[in-house]
């Protein structure tokens, strides 16, 4: 491998096209945005998809000497699939990742047949899409999101990848479509070939004014490429995501599934990628302060001395992971007449809450945290920050990068070393 050698990762996210051009000492060289705009109709619109790419790579290539990239993948937003006639041409709009199917017959097959820790349960469902989808005239083909752009690269139908492919029924473990898919009314014939997330799938044909021959790496969905952007890659490796809400990932060296806290394992070359999303987060604080007050009130506190106060902050009643209990209250009494000190029980909760989190993705067969990362407006708080390692107890790493594409520009540079 060469030190001009670069490494293109593409993200297509829910607002548009971000690409990154990485070096093989994993610095960025260059960073290209094409939005799709706001309107929820053109987002489902594969042609909207296809502008954008064109216009995304054009700046790319603009910034760095395209003839220097040698491989390339593509992560895509996580159960979003369209339907392809014979010529491997869309048919009408894409189906995307927040369309709930309620159509209940399509439902019904899928409870009754699928196993309980499949992760194309629910009307949020990939595979309910799927039987949707192939109703359309003229399908020959339904695919995700990811694999109708690494083909688009290519110039030919492409296979999809382990990752995107799970909340359509895939089996990860198995390493198959499984037999139970022909229980429901869905043609199998339609579902893509699946490969191991950084395998050489394809060349590119020169399409998007990149050169011909660069290799195609099968990629991801967006959610497991923003994870391994920011560095985790060793089993234990965590990620907490402080948002509104709040989610943990965790690598794993083996599969993990909790149907009832909502966890299943994206397959990830040899490693298992598992988590749990709580209700607590940033939105329980928000409820009660300002941005701006949250950081004044944050100055105040002092993160190592102990907090009596035992809170579990909830927006609403009702949680699933880490504790399953669709109508637990939220836990934000009694307040002390000190705001900074009202500010330090909520945080301090939902540090434990994090750290409960955690635990139990251990107790269901998960390595114990090793180290974690954060990432999420929450990150920025370094008061919450102290107050969440001396919870966790282990090394808090810094985030190598923020991008999707970063972390799929890392399975691309790992598909050539």
Not at 3 to 15: C, E, K, M, N, P
Not at 229 to 256: C, E, F, H, I, Q
Not at 327 to 353: M, V, Y
Request: proline share 7%; charged share 20%; hydrophobic share 40%.
């Amino acid at each position: 491998m060469t030190r001009s050698a670069l490494f293109l990762g593409i993200d297509i996210g829910t607002s548009g096209v971000r690409a990154v051009a990485v070096d093989p000492d994993l610095k960025v060289s260059a960073i290209a945005r094409a939005e799709f705009g706001t309107d929820d109709v053109i987002r489902r619109d594969p042609s909207v998809w296809h502008q954008a790419l064109g216009e995304c790579l054009a700046e790319l290539c603009q910034k760095v000497d395209p003839t220097d990239f040698t491989a390339l993948s593509v992560d895509g937003t996580s159960g979003t699939i369209l339907a392809l006639d014979g010529k491997h041409e869309p048919i009408g709009s894409a189906l995307m990742y927040n369309d709930a199917v309620g159509d209940q017959r399509i439902l019904g097959e899928i409870t009754a047949n699928a196993p309980r820790e499949s992760a194309a349960h629910g009307a949020s469902s990939a595979l309910a899409r799927a039987i949707m989808l192939q109703e359309c005239s003229g399908v020959a083909r339904i695919v995700h999101q990811a694999d109708w752009i690494a083909e688009r690269l290519a110039g030919h139908p492409v296979p999809s990848d382990e990752s995107n492919a799970l909340k359509s029924g895939y089996d990860p473990v198995a390493r198959q479509w499984p037999e139970w898919i022909k229980a429901t009314s869905l043609q199998m014939d339609l579902l893509p070939e699946v490969v191991p997330t950084g395998t050489v799938i394809a060349k590119t044909s020169g399409a998007f004014g990149l050169p011909s021959g660069i290799s195609i790496v099968a990629g991801m969905t967006d959610g497991c490429a923003s994870f391994l952007a920011t560095g985790a890659n060793r089993p234990g490796d965590g990620v907490t995501a402080l948002g509104t809400t709040m989610t943990l990932k965790l690598l794993s060296d083996g599969p993990l599934f909790a149907p009832e806290y909502g966890i299943y394992s994206h397959r990830i070359g040899d490693l298992w990628l598992a988590g749990g999303a709580s209700n607590s987060g940033g939105g329980a604080l928000l409820d009660h302060f300002t941005p701006d007050e949250i950081r004044g009130l944050s100055g105040q506190i002092d993160p190592e001395s102990p907090c009596e106060l035992d809170y579990y902050p909830l927006r609403a009643p009702g949680e699933r992971f880490p504790i399953d209990d669709p109508t637990l209250p939220s836990r934000e009494t009694p307040r002390p007449i000190d705001d900074a000190e009202f500010l330090k029980g909520l945080l301090t909760g939902i540090a434990r809450i994090e750290a409960l989190g955690y635990q139990r993705l251990s107790e269901l067969g998960a390595p114990s945290l090793a180290s974690i990362r954060s990432v999420g407006g929450g990150a920025n708080n370094p008061v919450w920050a102290r107050i969440r390692h001396n919870l966790l107890g282990v090394p808090a790493e810094p985030v190598l990068a923020g991008e999707a594409a970063f972390g799929s520009a890392l399975v691309a540079r790992g598909a050539m070393i």
